[in-house]
T-cell receptor, first 110, second 114 residues
Framework: EDKVVQSPLSLVVHEGDTVTLNCSYE??????LLWYKQEKKAPTFLFML????IEKKSGRLSSILDKKELSSILNITATQTGDSAIYLC??????????FGGGTRVLVKP | DAGVIQSPRHEVTEMGQEVTLRCKPI?????LFWYRQTMMRGLELLIY????????DSGMPEDRFSAKMPNASFSTLKIQPSEPRDSAVYFC????????????FGQGTRLTVV
């Protein structure tokens, strides 16, 4: 059974802090790892990492895939209150199957 | 494109009633996913389709749940009979391609079974 585990479950930081979120996985026929941000409603896509693209960056957010360790981290620098959300990690496997982790709830205080 | 469209947005029903959730994926996408999200269990994959064919339904909780995709532009998730523990937000998502690409989510259906 495919498994995706995220840590920590939740964290509280203050504006300007840096946060690091972790995602580890055990899946058959790994294809990709995706990060999503979920605020009030549906998850919205942030990054996709594959064997040919193990590092992505967009503004204050960056992510790295470690295929050897079967894990990924998502970094958010200079956090803002608008970064408060649940961050979801998903792993894509053969046949387009997409399995999500339980998410990390991030609260950024002013 | 209007994105993934789900209906209804909210559903309140009594235990034992049949519930049908609907999803219209993004045009051209060939994979469709049904997820259930609760505080306790997070986002769980229930079933997914590839080219309208169910590929993996191992996440469907029990026989009370069924899903269909009669064509590329429509899918349903049915619960019969519904139970209070089925209360959750149900998301439909779609993606394109033989290799995994990002899945786009609908706004979800919040189901409450009383």
């Amino acid at each position: 059974e495919d498994k995706v585990v995220q840590s920590p479950l939740s964290l509280v930081v203050h504006e300007g802090d840096t946060v690091t979120l972790n995602c580890s996985y055990e899946v058959t026929n790994f294809r990709s790892l995706l990060w999503y941000k979920q605020e009030k409603k549906a998850p919205t896509f942030l990054f996709m990492l594959t064997s040919s693209g193990i590092e992505k960056k967009s503004g204050r957010l960056s992510s790295i895939l470690d295929k050897k360790e079967l894990s990924s981290i998502l970094n958010i620098t200079a956090t803002q209150t608008g970064d408060s959300a649940i961050y979801l990690c998903a792993v894509g496997a053969a046949g387009n199957k997409l399995t999500f982790g339980g998410g990390t709830r991030v609260l950024v205080k002013p | 494109d209007a994105g993934v469209i789900q209906s209804p947005r909210h559903e309140v029903t009594e235990m034992g009633q049949e519930v049908t959730l609907r999803c219209k994926p993004i045009s051209g996408h060939n994979s469709l996913f049904w997820y259930r999200q609760t505080m306790m269990r997070g986002l769980e994959l229930l079933i997914y389709f590839n080219n309208n064919v169910p590929i993996d339904d191992s996440g469907m909780p029990e026989d009370r749940f069924s899903a269909k995709m009669p064509n590329a532009s429509f899918s349903t998730l049915k619960i019969q009979p519904s139970e209070p523990r089925d209360s959750a937000v149900y998301f439909c998502a779609s993606s394109y391609g033989a290799l995994n690409t990002e899945a786009f989510f609908g706004q979800g259906t919040r189901l409450t079974v009383v």
